[in-house]
């Protein structure tokens, strides 16, 4: 069995990392850059910087801090956030992001999924997916827009297209779940892992070790994405993977 990866998101607004509840609630906790180099010692698996605001006001910052962060980072770096074109894609590549997230504009143009991998390959196209189930329990509705805006498209048909496209992965945020801490909406992510092949990053909702522990035992998944848990030192990812092995769940570690 591959090894689970653990992967620590850092939201980006202004050049700083900030972390919000539901989307919302913004508070700054950091330098972004400060606190991949940690995560990095702490054997994270890779890191995300998600650009937030992703105005183009903020694209001169997110390149210095893609910049700055490839040259220390021994992990691979993930970017989303505004990426609206192929020439998105070439900037945050070769300014030395190892991957790029795509959320919303894959919904208005899903081409640029195909047009991605084709160019720069499966491995460098990660879809992230913004979900909440509906009123009427009968499935899940994807969002964009930072989640403000309900595409009315569905959760499965839109993950299965993803794959056929030539995403690498998929990242799939759970909004009932975000921010809230009381774990990974682990129904959602096994709807979805039923139908895909390709792997899928459980994101939202993470409180504690223990829903690592649980998303990696319900589902197969192949990573969990945290941020409150890392950024605010409630626990190491060290702890997080000394937990894991203990309940006999393959990860990376330091020898």
Request: aromatic content about 6%.
């Amino acid at each position: 069995m591959l090894a689970k990866r653990i992967i620590p998101c850092l939201d980006i607004k202004n050049g700083k990392v900030v972390k919000g509840v539901h989307f919302l609630g913004l508070k700054d906790v950091g330098d972004p850059v400060e606190l991949a180099k940690q995560y990095d010692l702490q054997c994270a698996d890779e890191v995300v910087f998600l650009d937030i605001t992703a105005t183009y006001e903020n694209r001169d910052i997110i390149r210095d801090l893609i910049e700055r962060a490839a040259s220390e980072l021994s992990i691979p770096l993930a970017v989303g956030g505004g990426i609206r074109t192929i020439d998105d894609f070439r900037m945050i590549l070769s300014s030395g992001a190892d991957k790029v997230s795509v959320n919303s504009a894959a919904i208005k143009n899903p081409q640029l999924i195909k047009q991605a991998s084709d160019e720069f390959g499966v491995q460098c196209v990660v879809v992230a997916v913004d979900a909440k189930q509906r009123e009427d329990k009968s499935g899940y509705d994807v969002y964009i827009a930072g989640g403000r805006e309900n595409t009315g498209i569905d959760l499965i048909e839109w993950v299965q297209k993803c794959e056929k496209l030539g995403a690498g992965e998929i990242l799939l945020t759970s909004m009932d779940k975000d921010g809230t801490r009381d774990g990974f909406d682990i129904d959602m992510l096994n709807a979805v892992l039923d139908v895909v092949s390709i792997p899928v990053i459980a994101s939202g909702g993470c409180g504690g070790i223990e829903d690592i522990v649980e998303v990696f035992e319900k589902t197969n998944c192949d990573a969990a994405l945290a941020a409150s848990l890392f950024h605010y030192k409630e626990a190491t990812i060290d702890e997080v993977k000394e937990e894991c092995v203990k309940h006999h769940i393959p990860v990376r570690r330091n020898i």
